[in-house]
């Protein structure tokens, strides 16, 4: 989808935020749909529908003094400055991330964890400090990426990693380098359940996961403070979601930069990706003598096509957890009633 620019300024970047549950068809996932059906679901695509993306104050800020610009799209936002315009090499842009609608908590695949606002005072002194625990950090600086050359796509994810003892049900994790996601809680007693995504995961889009959450540092004094998320500032607002972090300069990798030596807009400025994953549930059909018959396996929920092949599809709206009795999660359920 092109984004026109006004005359005499330059794009800094594109940052596009984009949903499997609304663009996969079915089990084919988005970047595998051919020719025309794609750029069909890509059209449709709205991200303002769920989502809302806003610069941080400091963040607008910067952008008027050097004269910048910054414009919504379906899929995100593009950022511009003026032809002439130098940006310092420690420029860094923040944007918050809201959830619009309830029901994206439904159909996004995450691993069920709370988001509390934590407020602890600093010992001796009695300073304030708020934390919002499982808030997600996307950066540049530590995205990941997939192909190459022209086909180099810049993903804002961390790389997707092996298992850890602390990840949860909906966790992706790198097995021998294929991807799997846990479609259980860990126990402890053996392997917890799991559901390949695909043979190669650098043949598959770097989805958001649990490793973006990053570790609190907790200022010195500071107690109790959460194990993951974020420190809450003035510029943070309680109901954040999500932070999207870009920085001026990569030097590890220079694709995720958006400006040159010079401070000046790259003239192949980068297009960031942030992709969330759609949520994966055992499919149970309930007819009208109540009796239930569940699919062979989790099945993606979309919002085109049907995972099944055949048969009714469920709703988005309603996923159930069913636990065992030490209140592990065994697997996510979604109901349809025929």
Not at 218 to 240: K, M, N, W
Not at 255 to 281: I, Y
Not at 312 to 322: C, H, L, M, N, T
């Amino acid at each position: 989808m092109a984004e026109r620019i006004i005359s005499g300024y330059n794009k800094l970047f594109e940052l596009r935020l984009l949903h499997h549950y609304w663009l996969d068809d079915g089990k084919t996932v988005f970047d595998r749909i051919p020719g025309e059906r794609k750029d069909h679901l890509f059209q449709t695509y709205d991200v303002g529908t769920f989502l809302d993306i806003a610069p941080s104050e400091s963040t607008s800020k910067v952008l008027k003094v050097h004269g910048g610009i910054l414009r919504n799209t379906a899929t995100g936002c593009i950022a511009a400055i003026p032809g002439d315009a130098s940006l310092p090499p420690d420029t860094v842009f923040e944007f918050i991330i809201r959830v619009r609608s309830a029901e994206f908590y439904n159909y996004t695949a995450m691993t069920l964890r709370p988001q509390p606002v934590r407020e602890l005072c600093s010992e001796p002194g009695n300073e304030k400090f708020r934390f919002k625990e499982n808030v997600p950090l996307y950066s540049n600086l530590t995205g990941a990426s997939r192909g190459a050359g022209a086909d180099k796509t810049l993903f804002l994810s961390r790389e997707i990693q092996a298992l850890d003892p602390a990840d949860g049900i909906e966790s992706l994790i790198d097995r021998s380098g294929a991807l799997y996601q846990l479609t259980t809680d860990q126990t402890g007693s053996g392997m917890p359940g799991m559901q390949k995504l695909g043979n190669d995961k650098n043949a598959l889009p770097v989805f958001a996961n649990q490793g973006d959450v990053p570790v609190i540092v907790a200022p010195e004094g500071v107690a109790g403070a959460p194990a993951r998320g974020i420190i809450l500032t003035g510029e943070i607002p309680d109901d954040v979601f999500a932070l999207v972090r870009l920085f001026a300069i990569r030097n590890s990798d220079d694709d995720f930069s958006f400006t040159d030596g010079n401070g000046l807009a790259k003239s192949n400025p980068p297009v960031f990706h942030l992709r969330f994953k759609n949520r994966l549930t055992w499919w149970k059909r309930i007819d009208r003598k109540r009796k239930e018959t569940f699919s062979a396996e989790p099945l993606p929920l979309t919002f085109f096509g049907n995972a099944s092949g055949t048969g009714q599809k469920p709703s988005a709206g309603v996923v159930k957890a069913e636990k065992d009795d030490k209140n592990n999660i065994t697997r996510l359920v979604s109901e349809i009633f025929v």
